[in-house]
Antibody, heavy 122, light 106 residues
Framework: QVTLRESGPALVKPTQTLTLTCTFS??????????VSWIRQPPGKALEWLAR???????YYSTSLKTRLTISKDTSKNQVVLTMTNMDPVDTATYYC??????????????WGQGTLVTVSS | DIQMTQSPSTLSASVGDRVTITCRAS??????LAWYQQKPGKAPKLLIY???SLESGVPSRFSGSGSGTEFTLTISSLQPDDFATYYC????????FGQGTKVEIK
């Protein structure tokens, strides 16, 4: 049974750095082809892909946010961590982590965490 | 970046109706398209991948079609559990989502 769960602060102040952790079970990020991404959704708005990390430690970032994002993994703990610097109120959103299955052309998200709402406010 | 445009933004329908949602890509994405269903306060749920492949466990009333730049999600007979927001997502070049289509009760 595949599960993912996001954790982190519910409230951050402007200019602070956000650190989110995705803890997963039911699969291993050391499995060839497996990937995990972070996606966010501002209240009432659409989904936005942020970052991806692969089984072989390749990393990909949203072009518009790449200077502010860092993604990393701890395979032994089954965790993926996302940091976002210089937080702004427009970054208020529900942040999801999601698995991308180990298939020939990975790119869709078959399992999602329940999401964690992060509010940026002073 | 590839832009994904869904239509309509909102759709009013009744139980039993046949419903079609369209997703257009700003450039060809072959068949690298997925569809998700999202209910309020919940994470998106994968319905369709590779434009027309039904995810395991998803009811057969959901179907997807298209290739290149134009795609459709069809619900053959709308059920009460299907009132939700639907998103398309391309994965031909990076990963981008459409703006969503809300299916509401008529």
């Amino acid at each position: 049974q595949v599960t993912l769960r996001e954790s982190g602060p519910a409230l951050v102040k402007p200019t602070q750095t956000l650190t989110l952790t995705c803890t997963f079970s039911g699969f291993s990020l050391s499995t060839s082809g497996m990937c995990v991404s972070w996606i966010r959704q501002p209240p009432g708005k659409a989904l936005e892909w942020l970052a991806r990390i692969d089984w072989d430690d390749d990393k990909y970032y949203s072009t518009s946010l790449k200077t502010r994002l860092t993604i990393s993994k701890d395979t032994s703990k089954n965790q993926v961590v996302l940091t976002m610097t210089n937080m702004d109120p427009v970054d208020t959103a529900t942040y999801y982590c999601a698995r991308m299955p180990a298939v020939a052309s990975p790119g869709y998200f078959d399992y999602w965490g329940q999401g964690t709402l992060v509010t940026v406010s002073s | 970046d590839i832009q994904m445009t869904q239509s309509p933004s909102t759709l009013s329908a009744s139980v039993g109706d046949r419903v079609t949602i369209t997703c257009r890509a700003s450039q060809s994405i072959s068949s690298w398209l997925a569809w998700y269903q999202q209910k309020p306060g919940k994470a998106p749920k994968l319905l369709i991948y590779k434009a027309s492949s039904l995810e395991s466990g998803v009811p057969s009333r959901f179907s997807g079609s298209g290739s290149g730049t134009e795609f459709t999600l069809t619900i053959s007979s709308l059920q009460p559990d299907d009132f939700a927001t639907y998103y398309c997502q391309q994965y031909n070049s990076w990963w981008t989502f459409g703006q969503g289509t809300k299916v509401e009760i008529k």
